[in-house]
């Protein structure tokens, strides 16, 4: 497989003959694939801060951060985004436990996704090095 820049403009689609070009560096994957066809010969782009953050072993805490925002309204949207029901919600939020405690980066990821769904943020202990949006 060629891996410089000038020999993959060489080289073809096996499978078309059709021009190759390479993924986004965002993507999750890297190679070249075929601009005309379906062919592809890919790895996994290990550089792609997913697969940075699946290796974290880090383990962390997660609260969810609420303060301006009305108390009831708050453990009834985290019971409900967490499935875990109001009365364990509120039993976490009055006692300003974490929501998850012992979790990996991309459990972290997940639990942001579910509060920033419902407007709120989570704070994370350890410092969290990764992106989340
Ligand atoms: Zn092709």
Redesign the pocket.
């Known amino acids: 497989m060629p891996s410089e820049t000038d020999e993959l403009t060489e080289f073809r689609?096996?499978?078309?003959?059709?021009p190759?070009g390479g993924f986004d560096p965002e993507d999750t994957c890297m190679g070249v694939r075929?601009?005309?066809?379906?062919?592809a010969a890919v790895t996994t782009n290990t550089r792609h801060p997913h697969f940075q953050m699946a290796r974290d072993e880090t383990l962390y805490n997660v609260w969810v951060e609420w303060s301006g925002h009305e108390r009831l309204r708050v453990v009834a949207a985290v019971g409900n985004a967490l499935s875990i029901g109001v009365k364990a919600a509120r039993e976490l939020i009055d006692r300003g436990l974490p929501i998850a405690s012992g979790v990996q980066a991309l459990e972290v990821q997940s639990l942001h996704a579910k509060i920033k769904g419902i407007g709120l943020s989570i704070r994370v202990h350890p410092g969290f090095r990764w992106r989340l949006d």
């Open positions: 689609c096996p499978g078309c003959g059709g190759v075929c601009l005309a066809c379906d062919w």
